[in-house]
C-alpha cells in the first residue's frame, strides 16, 4: 500500500469527525467568498464611478442629463440633511470624497475579515489531525515495523490534512457562487461576472489546501517521530 492510497483510506476513518472539519472548512470559504466578492463589487463600483474630490458625481453626469439631474438633486438633498442636522459646512465634493474613502476602507475590512473566517476554518485541521493520529499510534509502529519509512509516514499525516483542505475548499466554492448568485436575484444578476471572477474558485482552492498542508505538518511530524517499540505498546 503506497503513502497516497493510505492517506485517502484514512480520510474514509472518523468520518464525522472529518465530515465536521470540511463542513468548518467550507463555511470559511463560503463566508471568504461572499466577503471578496462584495470587496470586488465595491471596487468595480469606484473604478466605473470614478477617483476622489467629487470625480464620482462629475463622471456620472456625462451619462445622461436626467440621471444627472437626479443625482445632483439627491447628493444636494443629503448634504443639505446633513448640515442641517450637525451644523457642519460640507460641500457636495467632500460629502462624495468622503463616502469612496469610506468605500475604500470597508474593502480593507471585508478583506480581513475573509482571511480570518478561512483561518479559522481552517484551523480545525491541527485538532482533527492530532485527534485521529493519536487514535493510530499502535498503527504507525506496526507501520514503521513492516518498512515504512519516518519521511513516509510524515508524507501521508500531511497528504491527509491536505486533502481535507482540498474536499472542504471545492466544497466551498461550489455552495458559495451559489450563495451569491441566489443573493444577487434580489438585487441584479448581471453583477455575478461582475463581484465573482473565474480565477476566484482555482486560487481559493490554492490557497485552502496549501495552508492545510501547513497546518498537518506539526501533527504529522510529531507522529513520524513515534518510537517504535513505544507505538506498538500503546493501547
Known amino acids: 500500500m503506497g503513502i497516497y ?118 484551523m480545525g485541521i491541527m485538532n482533527t489531525m492530532g485527534f485521529n493520529l493519536s487514535e493510530r499510534t499502535q498503527e504507525i509502529g506496526i507501520l514503521k515495523s513492516i518498512g515504512f519509512t519516518q519521511k513516509q509516514i510524515f508524507l501521508t499525516c500531511t497528504l491527509e490534512a491536505g486533502l481535507l483542505g482540498l474536499i472542504g475548499s471545492v466544497v466551498g466554492v461550489i455552495v458559495g457562487p451559489i450563495c451569491i448568485w441566489i443573493i444577487l436575484t434580489f438585487i441584479d444578476p448581471n453583477l455575478f461576472s461582475i463581484i465573482f471572477p473565474f480565477w476566484l474558485i482555482p486560487g481559493i482552492i490554492i490557497i485552502t489546501t496549501i495552508l492545510s498542508l501547513i497546518l498537518g505538518l506539526y501533527p504529522a511530524w510529531l507522529t513520524s517521530n513515534t518510537n517504535i517499540v513505544e507505538a506498538l505498546r500503546y493501547g
Open 5 to 122: 492510497t493510505l492517506s485517502f483510506k484514512n480520510i474514509l476513518r472518523n468520518k464525522l469527525r472529518n465530515l465536521s472539519t470540511v463542513l468548518r472548512i467550507s463555511l470559511g470559504v463560503v463566508i471568504l467568498l461572499i466577503l471578496v466578492s462584495s470587496g470586488l463589487g465595491i471596487n468595480s463600483f469606484i473604478e466605473q464611478s470614478g477617483t476622489s474630490n467629487g470625480k464620482i458625481l462629475t463622471n456620472s453626469q456625462s451619462n445622461s442629463n436626467v440621471n444627472t439631474a437626479n443625482q445632483t438633486n439627491t447628493v444636494t438633498s443629503a448634504v443639505n440633511y446633513l448640515n442641517s442636522v450637525f451644523g457642519s459646512q460640507i460641500t457636495e465634493n467632500q460629502l462624495v470624497d468622503r463616502l469612496e474613502k469610506f468605500l475604500i476602507k470597508s474593502v480593507y475590512v471585508l478583506d480581513g475579515l475573509a482571511s480570518i473566517a478561512l483561518l479559522v476554518g481552517v
